[in-house]
């Protein structure tokens, strides 16, 4: 496969995906998929940065379908995605964390795409009143209904391993894209004078090995005893290169996975004895996630099995999270 990448440092998502027109399955529809979220995110990124001068900080008073406040900024990304996904022939339906139902597009045009979209629109969005990043999360899938007919839910209740691509974005220090397709798992920095998304990260491979552990101890009597024993074995021991190990959590899911891609580690969101299920959603957060996480060379599970197996049974369906470096994911689970 010819990589555009190699010949010239600067290439752009548009260049990028036109490299990967030639290799994959249904490449038109899935890269003006991956061009509609890049927009989304450009519009996101710039209502973040502009967020406290516009006093467009705090939630609206209203309770989402999780029993969560919702913030200001939770309407003005999912108002984007849906808009921008709408416009996209490719597009036949959305799922959102933070509407109830699934929403099919029943036009003429995108009744014909042969996919749908689930994600959470602003991941960790209670963190932009203290500045700590915040992100999004996308799963692309297959429909499996006739296509020329809307989508229903059975196109939204299926397992991850269906997923056709998958991606992040970070809003931060910078605004970086992270996605994932057949091909492997690439990274784009936005170039904020030029508007474009650039090749920052090609060819992202998660290191089997890493010293970081990421959880929340805030929860940790509520954590069943061999989760307490696994973390008492990262507390007091050292990485295979002799570095100890060292705890990290933001409190941002999209920070915290990504940092551990990126550096080699393990984020942990167990079940407790009061979310019995786990806390994270399946089909819109840990599904995503750990199809770019295993693109790269990692593990994802629930605890008990691949979380890209998993059929989900609701739209809004709970999971534990358990996911990272090959090596560590795998002494994890000798507990």
Request: hydrophobic share 35%; net charge neutral.
């Amino acid at each position: 496969m010819k990589r555009i990448m190699l010949k010239n440092k600067k290439v752009t998502l548009n260049e990028f995906f036109q490299d990967e027109m030639e290799v994959l399955n249904d490449a038109g529809d899935i890269c003006g998929l991956l061009k509609s979220m890049g927009i989304a995110a450009k519009r996101i990124s710039e209502e973040i940065k502009k967020a406290s001068p516009e006093n467009i900080f705090g939630d609206t008073n209203a309770i989402n379908i999780h029993g969560e406040k919702v913030q200001k900024l939770d309407v003005f990304a999912n108002e984007q995605f849906t808009a921008i996904l709408k416009n996209c022939q490719g597009c036949a339906g959305i799922a959102s964390e933070e509407i109830v139902d699934f929403m099919a597009f029943d036009d003429a045009v995108n009744c014909k795409g042969k996919y749908v979209c689930m994600f959470d629109p602003l991941d960790g969005s209670s963190n932009i009143d203290v500045n700590v990043p915040v992100g999004s999360i996308f799963g692309i899938y297959r429909r499996v209904t006739e296509t020329g007919k809307p989508v229903g839910l059975k196109d939204f209740l299926s397992p991850g391993v269906r997923q056709a691509a998958a991606g992040y974005v970070i809003y931060g220090s910078s605004t970086l894209m992270i996605f994932a397709t057949s091909q492997g798992v690439n990274g784009f920095t936005l170039h904020s004078d030029v508007g474009d998304f650039y090749l920052s990260h090609p060819d992202i491979k998660c290191p089997q090995n890493g010293k970081i552990y990421s959880v929340n101890h805030g929860n940790y009597l509520h954590f069943n005893n061999t989760i307490k024993e696994y973390i008492k074995t990262c507390q007091a021991k050292s990485s295979p290169n002799g570095e100890a190990y060292t705890q990290r959590y933001t409190g941002s899911l999209v920070a915290d996975v990504h940092r551990n891609l990126m550096k080699g580690g393990i984020f942990m969101y167990p079940a407790t004895s009061s979310n019995k299920c786990g806390k994270l959603r399946l089909l819109y957060e840990s599904n995503p996630l750990a199809y770019i996480i295993e693109k790269a060379g990692g593990i994802a599970t629930d605890g008990h099995q691949r979380i890209l197996e998993k059929i989900p049974v609701q739209l809004h369906e709970r999971s534990p999270l358990f996911i990272g470096s090959k090596n560590m994911m795998e002494e994890l689970h000798q507990f």
